[in-house]
């Protein structure tokens, strides 16, 4: 009895003993924040989040901490949108052309031959026009941080070599979910058919599509290269990835705890640029070593499918509001001065 005793005072004595630092062990468990993403871990877009995750946890000390999860493995873009938006997840990076069911504006930068070179992309997308355009995704429950560069778009096809508008009939091309890449690709003579992106390799694989559109960075690193024959240099319209917050989980975070975000946002935002660029230049040359036929358009073919695409486009600017739209062709002209 007595040795009964003596046992259950000591495990009381050791609990009592415990608590506090149980209680000081659960003041700095970090915060936890998944963040979801589209491609590979080896992608430009895994390398830029993991980068992210490296500056939020050396920022905050270690009191937040990124669990990143790739691969759509947290579902495609348009539902990680939704899980941001419920609160049931808190970060998300992917593309803006996804969004435009959201927040209608995002279309501004699906526009055709917009940007003529990624010094104009990243002036207006950082520039008062990006960031208003991402101001208005708070009133539907998402924060933008920044904007990443996915890249300027090139069409691959595992049935022939582009070399005119013409041999894009019937092609069945794969699409992003987004009227104006279906309309522009259907003006095209394309049979475009809109695929979330973690569908696509299978697709292509099976031949479900015979092509898709994508800068090489992601051709390269989804190895589109073993299911695709073809790649033709288009360059068609620029594609911005954004970086985004839940609203609901951001609004609980202190001003110490939104800067931290901010800070590495921006960080991991120059750093992806870099990085994107990098790759890209480097990408051609692999790609036509992992035997891929690779063709530029010519000069005139680039330029019927420029007129084409910007006349089939010509309603971006009633839809996103010809204030928006004066003040970006101002923004550009301005750039275009200074050469
Ligand atoms: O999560 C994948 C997205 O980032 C997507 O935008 C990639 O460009 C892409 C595509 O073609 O779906």
């Known amino acids: 009895m007595q040795v009964l005793r003596r046992t259950v005072l000591a495990a009381a004595f050791a609990a009592a003993l415990a608590a506090p630092f149980a209680a000081l062990a659960q003041d700095i468990k970090p915060r936890i924040i998944r963040f979801g993403y589209g491609l590979n871990e080896q992608s430009n877009q895994g390398r830029a989040v993991k980068l992210f995750a490296q500056e939020v946890e050396k920022r905050s000390g270690g009191k937040m901490r990124v669990r990143a999860v790739g691969a759509a493995a947290l579902g495609p873009d348009v539902q990680m949108q939704q899980a ?24 501004l930068w699906d526009t055709p031959f917009l940007f003529n070179n990624a010094r ?22 998402l924060v933008g941080l920044v904007y990443w560069e996915n890249g300027f778009r090139n069409l691959t096809n ?4 582009v070399n005119k508008l013409e041999d894009l009939d019937g092609i069945k091309l794969r699409v992003m979910q987004n009227n104006v890449y279906l309309d522009s690709f259907k003006t095209l003579g ?26 090489y960075n992601t051709i390269l690193s989804s190895k589109f290269y073993e299911v695709q024959k073809y790649l033709s240099i288009t360059n068609h319209v620029y594609s911005p990835w954004i970086v985004l917050v839940s609203k609901k989980w ?37 790609l036509k070593a ?32 010809m204030d928006l739209w004066q003040e970006t062709q101002a923004e550009l002209a301005k750039l275009r001065e200074k050469k």
Do not use: C
């Open 84 to 107: 941001l938006i419920g609160g049931a997840q808190e970060m998300m990076v992917g593309s803006t052309a996804t969004l435009v069911g959201i927040s209608k504006e995002m279309a």
């Open 120 to 141: 104009e992309a990243d002036a207006v997308l950082d520039g008062p026009v990006g960031q208003k355009v991402m101001a208005k995704l708070d009133e539907k429950g």
């Open 158 to 161: 595992s049935k022939r070599a």
């Open 190 to 215: 394309a049979n475009a058919v809109p695929l979330p992106f973690s569908e696509l390799f299978s697709a292509l694989e099976t031949k479900t599509v015979d092509g898709q559109e994508n800068p």
């Open 250 to 286: 951001w609004d609980q975070l202190s001003k110490d705890e939104q800067k931290v975000l901010r800070d590495a946002a921006v960080a991991s935002r120059d750093f992806e640029r870099r990085d994107t660029r990098d790759e890209a230049g480097r990408a051609l040359a692999e």
């Open 290 to 321: 992992k035997g891929m036929q690779i063709n530029e358009l010519p000069p005139a073919e680039a330029a019927r499918m420029r007129d084409k695409l910007t006349r089939v486009n010509a309603g971006i600017g009633a839809n996103i509001g």
